[in-house]
């Protein structure tokens, strides 16, 4: 890859991820380089390529991929680094080292029928399971075995960042394990149409043919974005039912369901239909939790010497619901900025330090909404509840209703007060800490602070 060639990327990044994304992330990166398959990359601080790598890694890596089939890995080198200098090397260089860097440049294997790279870190191990996405999990696994197939084809879709790719890459990684003879190809939609127009320009077809009808299990990503696409979708029409036919393993995945797609043709809607199609649904609480425990770990391993305060992973999880994207890279900013700075993981630090996705994630939840709720809940008027008397039947409530406001909002302590009747910040937070104590003593409190989250949340 060129220069020049990463400067047309760089403008096809700027539409994929946005002004504002493009700014802060993309626009401060420059190129240093190819080397062994490596692209490299400086960037102004450590932080900043770490963010980039575990946020935006995938998406530049594919699209370099697609212009230089060569490039297998991409690396981010703080300024002040030789950037020639293997990987390993500069992590001995940086201030706090962790043991194992997320933006270490390892974390991508090519497919060796060049289809897109398969990350590292999505195996199944490495997937949380919980209600939410339980069916799509157990589907892929059992697809994942690579016994006979019973099913043509998986169908997995749902909204974004809900683990999808993930999926699809666990299934690459068993079925390679398990299997290794097996040809085994993953590749996006885009990249199918992309090699389909460049086989008809290169007067290639048969080879492209030849190809796709030589796999034992073909895997799609993104189907979508062959909607609307003709020559495309026949040809996908075509791959398809040859494989079918020889009963090779499809996989696909979708961003929605077959009959919510727009543009696609009967046929092939009648056909990604034929065999299972399960959805990923947007995460619970405790699905959230458990992929901020099971991430944690691994950070806290890199870190060893970064402490995480109690209720900072359940405060994530209430707050942060958009995706599991999203909540991961806060989790990565969090370690990474704590270790810049060299201090523990606290509320305070984490509300400074995320303030952007947090302020984002409050639209949902208003201390009125919460004060409703919980009134509501214990068959109290709204005045009481804010009100002066401090008998338990009043007080008990008020005290969980302030809980609530602290994890489910960003209003201050103070702030927080001033809602309550006006009163001083250490009777909100006495409140805040006498519920955490209850709900640990008092199964009937537990419960009823995780029902009324629930509610809110909802
Ligand atoms: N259940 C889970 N356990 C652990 N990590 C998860 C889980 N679900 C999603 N992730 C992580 O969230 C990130 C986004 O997941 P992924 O890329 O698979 O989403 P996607 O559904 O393919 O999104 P998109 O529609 O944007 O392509 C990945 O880093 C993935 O590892």
């Not at 909204?159 to 299997?179: D, F, N, P, S, Y």
């Not at 809607?269 to 959805?279: A, C, E, M, P, Y």
């Not at 804010?386 to 969980?400: E, H, L, N, S």
């Amino acid at each position: 890859m060129t220069g020049e060639q990463w400067g047309s990327i760089r403008d096809e990044l700027s539409e994929t991820l946005g002004a504002s994304s493009f700014k802060n992330w993309i626009k401060p990166l420059s190129f240093v380089g190819l080397e062994d398959g490596i692209a490299r990359f400086q960037v102004p601080t450590s932080f900043m390529g770490n963010y980039v790598s575990q946020n935006f890694g995938d998406v530049i890596l594919t699209k370099i991929a697609k212009i230089d089939s060569s490039v297998r890995r991409i690396a981010f080198h703080p300024v002040g680094t030789d950037a020639a200098k293997p990987v390993a090397k500069k992590k001995e260089a940086k201030p706090m080292p962790p043991k194992e860097h997320p933006y270490s440049d390892d974390r991508v294997q090519n497919d060796p029928l060049h289809g897109l790279p398969l990350d590292k870190r999505f195996t199944f191990d490495n997937f949380v399971v919980g209600k939410p996405n339980e069916l799509a999990h157990a589907a892929a696994k059992r697809v994942a075995e690579g016994g006979p197939v019973t099913f043509n084809p998986l169908f997995l879709y749902g909204g974004v960042g809900l683990g999808k790719t993930h999926l699809m890459h666990a299934i690459a990684w068993e079925l390679r394990t398990r299997h290794p003879h097996l040809n085994v190809l993953n590749l996006s939609a885009e990249q199918f149409m992309y090699r389909f127009v460049q086989a008809l320009r290169d007067r290639k077809m048969m080879d492209f043919k030849e190809l796709f009808r030589s796999v034992d299990v073909l895997m799609v990503d993104d189907v979508q974005f062959i909607a609307g696409k003709d020559s495309t979708q026949e040809e996908f029409f075509h791959t398809f039912n040859a494989l079918v036919d020889q009963h090779k393993q499809i996989i696909i995945s979708a961003d929605r369901a077959p009959d919510e797609i727009k543009d696609l043709e009967n046929r092939i809607r009648s056909r990604l239909q034929s065999g299972l199609v399960v959805d990923l649904h947007p995460t619970d609480y405790e699905l959230r939790l458990g992929i901020l425990q099971s991430k944690s770990e691994t950070y806290s391993r890199m870190y060893p010497e970064l402490s995480v305060e109690p209720g900072i992973l359940e405060f994530l999880a209430a707050r942060i619901v958009s995706n599991v994207r999203i909540l991961e890279g806060a989790l990565t900013r969090l370690f990474a900025f704590a270790s810049l700075v060299g201090k523990p993981i606290t509320m305070d630090l984490t509300q400074e330090c995320l303030t952007d996705i947090l302020r984002v994630s409050e639209r949902k939840v208003s201390i009125e909404e919460i004060q409703r709720k919980v009134a509501d809940h214990y068959l109290i008027r709204h005045t009481d509840l804010v009100g002066p008397k401090r008998v338990r039947t009043f007080a008990r409530p008020r005290q969980i209703a302030m809980y609530l406001c602290k994890l489910l909002t960003t209003r201050s302590l103070p702030e927080i007060g001033r809602h309550f009747g006006g009163r001083d910040h250490t009777t909100v937070m006495h409140g805040v800490r006498r519920i955490e104590e209850l709900k640990k003593q008092d199964a009937q409190i537990a419960e009823d602070v995780e029902l009324l989250r629930r509610a809110l949340e909802a």
